[in-house]
């Protein structure tokens, strides 16, 4: 629980590293915690998970099934965004790429191409020992000098 609640705590703290184990803890409870709110949305607004509608189903219904789910997607962004940008600084790049990334992902065809790419750089391990960003993350004690010397 402390990797998937730890970007929460650092809500905001666009600087720094962060390890794969935190992002990615990160981002399974972001999944649980957008599936059982999306459950709870279907239950709510009368319609099936096939998109059968059961009864009678307004749009204000539909919408208020689905607005804690909205609410809590509303909520995840900015601490998204900043755990992305720390492990962007993990692997010694800048957070700016995590910008260029999701524009360039919604162009049609490069866009998977470019989904690709930000996927396997947020699997890649970061840099060993210091770098501009900071400390590394695993071992924050280790200096790459003494390892070589």
Same mark, same amino acid.
């Given at each position: 629980?402390?990797?998937?609640?730890?970007?929460?705590?650092?809500?905001?703290?666009?600087?720094?590293?962060?390890?794969?184990?935190?992002?990615?803890?990160?981002? &399974?409870?972001? @999944? +649980?915690?957008?599936?059982?709110?999306?459950?709870?949305? /279907?239950?709510?607004?009368?319609?099936?998970?096939?998109?059968?509608i059961v009864g009678d189903v307004s749009a204000s219904s539909a919408f208020a099934g689905f607005l804690p789910l909205i609410l809590f997607y509303i909520a995840i962004f900015v601490p998204s965004v900043a755990v992305q940008v720390r492990r962007f600084h993990d692997r010694?790049?800048?957070?700016?790429?995590? &910008?260029?990334? @999701? +524009?360039?992902?919604?162009?049609?065809?490069?866009?998977? /191409?470019?989904?690709?790419?930000?996927?396997?750089?947020?699997?890649?391990?970061?840099?060993?020992?210091?770098?501009?960003?900071?400390?590394?993350?695993?071992?924050?004690?280790?200096?790459?000098?003494?390892?070589?010397?």
């Open positions: 629980m402390h990797w998937m609640l730890l970007p929460l705590r650092r809500y905001a703290d666009f600087s720094g590293r962060s390890r794969r184990m935190e992002f990615w803890m990160f981002s &399974l409870f972001v @999944s +649980i915690i957008g599936l059982l709110l999306a459950m709870i949305g /279907f239950a709510m607004s009368n319609i099936s998970f096939t998109g059968d010694d790049m800048s957070g700016w790429w995590v &910008l260029g990334f @999701s +524009i360039l992902s919604n162009i049609p065809v490069v866009g998977l /191409f470019i989904s690709v790419a930000w996927f396997v750089l947020l699997v890649l391990p970061g840099t060993y020992g210091d770098n501009r960003f900071g400390p590394d993350p695993k071992n924050p004690h280790l200096d790459i000098d003494q390892v070589f010397s």
